[in-house]
């Protein structure tokens, strides 16, 4: 077995690299560039930077991003590094390995080092300002890192920082691999009520809109606050508008005058599983391959947790084969890992792709096929509109079944490079005039205009239909006049599709049944009238609302277990109709019964409008909002994505709390109308900042609730207009 120290060296290290303290010409050189910056602050304190260079409108963002949420910002990269559980506790020791084996630190440096000149320039201003804000505001205490580091964004993909792919393997068989412990115990995970799934991006071509110019909707679905709404301008060409992952130099969805884009997280198959023949020769480790044994390879990873107040460590042998880290064991065979969960290609493309003035150039920057976790929705000045599905690739033999661990024995399971954009799934301008996509297959995306399945190979497109999906081809096919308002209102449509489905069986069950008392009947019978006459929209006033998703959720395990017939994998649409034509009496009923028991326990009766117990509510700057009855809250009519609910809105219960609030859905929204001059609407959830003493942390909180859009200030004469504060970073008096 090959052993290596080098992650024990760097982690050795980098206590001692983040302690350096800022030196006297670093810190004059931040102020000289933070000169060539002027941030103005609009009316909603969003952030409108102008530099003359890139890099000058780089440090702009950052620094403004640091002022909005600095602890977002660097609890981003904690994870990325690795080192939550420094922060946070013994608890996210295993998820720490899991980035550790799947993300290179020493790569990422290395990709720095080799870095075209001009995005070293970039990487240089965004550690710049970060640590020039640190230098500035001396009272805020970093959890861990008091100095970043220009390699830090070569971290990530292609901007998601949430996209770690591990095929199906799962953190607790990571655990138990290394350990021999079953993970039960070792950490407590909740389980989350629905599995929530997000993003929905629409495209109308200008046959459709009433301007005759292309319409862009850009709506993902991520927790809450964890994207602010940017501007960020240049001479050298950048003028981009959108979210930014918090510490992301590039606005990651958005638009500039020219092209806008929205991802959504795509299903195609980019990462494999492979069961390794392993053997112990002399007390090492081998592996089989092409009939040859070779060693599997060790690298020792040091972990550090907090426990007790005191920082100790754990070292963890990791093992690899060259198809990536094993990471499980299943039937007494180990399977390593191949996926792309970092690379340069991807941050160059996330870059490059705000900067793209024309259809042909957004091909150009897809044709880098770095991004590895989104498939892509765009439209133009130039009335183009296109969709792309996946975009990194890698080509396989289609003979095997790629959704099932392979053997890692053979050259046969190699990648074989990767699939020009030619061969990917796409749709370019199609005859209907629209392009959809909700995280669902890209064989609806353009209605009976869309790419055919047999046309692909499977591993190309898992991805199955889902409700949202489903919505949105019905909403879309309505209007043939579209206009900004339009569009914002299809992508409000309140139609809970998944219920037209699984409704109809509670009440079929119910007439049916005669297994119940007297009683009992009779106490169903009054939410059942008020189902029976619901039109499946979601409202706050709706108590058909509450009692459906009240349900719905207890019926969640029965439908996410359930076999379709024929359909290896059935999607959320196959097994919600499964489950509704076949489920028993007992299983749609007793959830019934007890949710009213439920809420006439809690609230003296069942009867209960939907906004009234479901609230949107931001009372608190740590990053695990807490939330409270007793403090006010708005109510809010829409529902998660997981019942087909287009403007997603998924709320819980908490401890202590008996009304449920919003933590995931719609986040930043924006329409956008191209033509001569861009117009957009925007919104976002409870407000651009993050500091519970600014007007803006909470400024846009009632229009959230209702889905009510403010005007996007794109050109410097309104922005001008609406100025709030206009200042270089740094300083503490406004610019004049």
């Given amino acids: 077995m090959k052993t290596t120290t080098w992650c024990l060296y760097l982690l050795l290290l980098a206590p001692a690299l983040s302690a350096q303290p800022f030196g006297q010409a670093e810190i004059s050189r931040w102020e000289a560039q933070a000169k060539q910056v002027r941030i103005i602050r609009d009316n909603w304190g969003i952030p409108h930077i102008y530099g003359k260079t890139d890099a000058d409108a780089v440090f702009g963002l950052l620094y403004a991003q640091c002022e909005d949420d600095f602890k ?38 290395a990709d720095y080092r080799r870095s075209p000149t001009w995005l070293k320039k970039l990487l240089n201003a965004y550690a710049d300002a970060i640590n020039f804000y640190l230098h500035k505001h001396p ?100 003028n981009a508008y959108g979210a930014v992952t918090w510490g992301q130099f590039f606005v990651y969805q958005g638009f500039n005058e020219k092209c806008g884009w929205i991802h959504t997280s795509s299903a195609t198959d980019i990462s494999d599983t492979y069961r390794e023949k392993i053997s112990k020769i002399k007390n090492n480790w081998f592996y089989e391959y092409e009939g040859r044994q070779r060693p599997v390879i060790e690298k020792k990873v040091v972990l550090r947790y907090q426990k007790a107040g005191k920082l100790e460590s754990k070292t963890i042998p990791a093992l690899f084969t060259h198809h990536g880290p094993i990471m ?42 770095a991004n590895t976790s989104n498939n892509t929705v765009y439209a133009d000045a130039e009335g183009n509109i296109a969709y792309w599905h996946g975009n990194f690739l890698p080509i396989r033999d289609p003979k095997i079944d790629w959704a099932k661990p392979v053997d890692g024995s053979t050259k046969a399971t190699e990648w074989r490079g990767l699939h020009p954009v030619t061969e990917s799934i796409h749709c370019y301008n199609p005859a209907n005039g629209w392009l959809q996509n909700c995280n669902s297959t890209p064989f609806t995306v353009a209605g009976p205009n869309s790419p055919k399945p047999q046309d692909y190979p499977t591993y190309m497109a898992p991805d199955g239909e889902n409700f949202r999906g489903i919505n949105a081809v019905r909403v879309l096919d309505q209007e043939k006049k579209y206009t900004i308002d339009k569009v914002i209102a299809a992508g409000y449509d309140t139609k809970l599709a998944a219920f037209a489905v699984l409704v109809p069986a509670l009440i079929r069950a119910f007439e049916k049944n005669t297994a119940y008392d007297d009683s009992l009947y009779a106490y169903l019978a009054g939410p059942v009238a008020v189902l029976q006459k619901w039109d499946y929209r979601s409202s706050e ?36 109709t499964q489950f509704a034509n076949t489920a028993p009496a007992n299983e749609l009923l007793i959830p019934m019964l007890d949710v009213l028991r439920e809420l006439t326990k809690k609230f003296g009766r069942w009867q209960l409008p939907w906004g009234e117990i479901n609230r949107f509510q931001r009372i608190s700057s740590d990053l695990s909002q807490p939330y409270n009855d007793a403090k006010p809250s708005f109510p809010v009519g829409f529902a998660s994505s997981t019942w087909g ?54 400024d846009q909180a009632a229009m959230y609730a209702k889905g009510q859009f403010k005007e996007v200030l794109f050109y410097k004469e309104d922005v001008l207009k609406h100025a709030e504060k206009t200042y270089h970073p740094g300083e503490q008096k406004p610019v004049k």
């Fill in 139 to 238: 009272t805020v205490k970093p959890a861990l890192i008091a100095r970043f580091q220009p390699w830090f964004p070569l971290l990530w993909t292609d901007g998601s920082i949430g996209a770690i792919n591990t095929a199906d393997i799962t953190v607790e068989e990571l655990q138990n691999f290394y350990t021999g412990q079953s993970p039960v115990g070792l950490r407590a995970r909740a389980q989350p009520e629905e599995i929530v799934t997000g993003s929905n991006g629409f495209a109308l071509a200008p046959k459709i809109t009433e301007s005759g110019k292309a319409i862009l909707y850009i709506n993902p679905h991520v927790t809450f606050y964890f994207r602010p709404e940017v501007h960020v301008v240049s001479e050298e060409g950048l």
């Fill in 541 to 576: 006033k709706s108590i058909a609302t509450t009692l459906a998703i009240e349900w719905g959720q207890k019926l969640l395990p029965a439908i996410n277990r359930t076999l379709v017939p024929g359909n290896d994998q059935p999607d959320q649409v196959a097994k919600a």
């Fill in 72 to 109: 977002r910002v660097e609890m981003n990269y904690v994870e990325k590094l690795g080192r939550m559980a420094e922060v946070m506790g013994e608890a996210e020791l295993y998820e720490d390995l899991l980035i550790r084996m799947v993300i290179d630190s020493t790569e990422a440096m």
């Fill in 328 to 369: 499980a064991q299943r039937e007494g065979q180990w399977l390593s890992m191949r996926a792309n969960n970092r690379s340069l290609n991807g941050l160059i493309q996330s870059w490059q792709r705000t900067k793209a003035k024309s259809f042909v150039d957004y091909q150009k920057v897809m044709g880098l096929l």
């Fill in 645 to 698: 609910m287009l403007p997603s809105y998924t709320s819980r219960y908490f401890p202590g709390t008996q009304k449920r609030y919003g933590v995931n859905g719609n986040s930043f929204v924006c329409a956008v109308e191209f033509g001569e001059r861009i117009r957009a609407k925007s919104l976002l959830a409870g407000g651009q900042s993050g500091d519970l003493t600014s007007k803006h942390f909470y």
